[in-house]
């Protein structure tokens, strides 16, 4: 399918999705997040894809959503469309792996996208915020739950109430982003990690995602709970065997989802 806010490139087992709205710093529009969620659902159909790197350009990842298609809008245009429910659902329906590769500006809607994704790797000039305080609005997908998450109630209500951004070395120092690399190698760090992942079992990358996913939704013994059911389920796949055969033959293991 011909995209035109997005560009999608499909090497070594991974899926790259760049976001491609240079003269709005990438702003999430209707259009734009129609296509993500489209390409998305793509990727994870795709046998040839085990992991996926969401990345914007190296000013911005997203400069959140577009205001200029937001402003008129009404509660009932809003309530009516849900808006952007579908779309920012369709990700994380997504049962790959999604790494999202942040440079430049990540605020507001595109902060939270980057927060839905499984785990962040910044630029080093990478600028997180929840500035939608100073447009007299509040976060929509997500960014006063995860935030919070994350960071916790402190650095969660300041970046919220003050609207001011985080760097980097604040971001990885507060545990929003896994790690933090050069800015013209963030593309390249970010599809070597996703490549990794591509080389283990699908199977068991999947479970990992659900299961870490599930700390967020549930008790931790609960949590528990379906982590040893799971960790024990994976002792049915053959993945297992190659896995365990493969270390004690002192060998790279050859995994086939199976
Ligand atoms: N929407 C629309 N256009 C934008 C946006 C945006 N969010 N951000 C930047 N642009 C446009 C600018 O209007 C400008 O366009 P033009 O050249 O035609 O005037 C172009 O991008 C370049 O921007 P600037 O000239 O402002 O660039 P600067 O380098 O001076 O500043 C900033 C960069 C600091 C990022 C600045 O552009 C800015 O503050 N942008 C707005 C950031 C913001 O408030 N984001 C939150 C938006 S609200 C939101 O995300 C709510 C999420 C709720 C859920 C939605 C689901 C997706």
Excluded: W
């Excluded at 053959?238 to 293991?253: N, T, Y």
């Amino acid at each position: 399918m011909a995209y035109e806010t997005i560009v999608v490139e499909v090497a070594q087992h991974v899926a790259t999705i760049k976001l491609n709205r240079p003269e709005a710093l990438n702003a999430l529009n209707s259009q734009l997040l129609g296509e993500l969620a489209e390409a998305l659902k793509a990727a994870d159909k795709n046998e040839k894809v085990r992991a996926i790197v969401l990345t914007g350009s190296e000013k911005a990842f997203a400069a959140g959503a577009d205001i200029s298609e937001m402003a008129s809008k009404s509660f009932v245009d809003m309530f009516e469309s849900d808006f952007f429910t579908p779309e920012t659902e369709m990700l994380l329906s997504v049962r790959k792996p999604i790494i999202a590769a942040v440079a430049g500006y990540a605020l507001g809607g595109g902060c939270e996208l980057a927060m839905m994704c499984d785990f962040i790797i910044a630029a080093e000039n990478a600028k997180f915020g929840q500035p939608e305080i100073n447009l007299g609005v509040v976060a929509g997908i997500g960014g006063t739950q995860r935030l919070t998450r994350f960071v916790g109630k402190s650095k969660a209500m300041d970046m919220h109430l003050t609207g001011r951004f985080m760097d980097a070395e604040e971001a990885e120092r507060s545990g929003l982003v896994s790690r933090v690399v050069p800015t013209k190698k963030l593309l390249e760090e970010a599809q070597a990690a996703a490549q990794k992942i591509a080389s283990k079992s699908g199977i068991a990358t999947k479970v990992v995602k659900e299961a870490v996913n599930r700390s967020y939704e549930t008790t931790l013994r609960e949590g528990l709970l379906y982590e040893r059911r799971v960790f024990h389920a994976l002792f049915s796949t053959e993945d297992q065997k190659e896995g365990m055969d493969a270390f004690l033959e002192k060998r790279e293991p050859q995994f086939r989802d199976k």
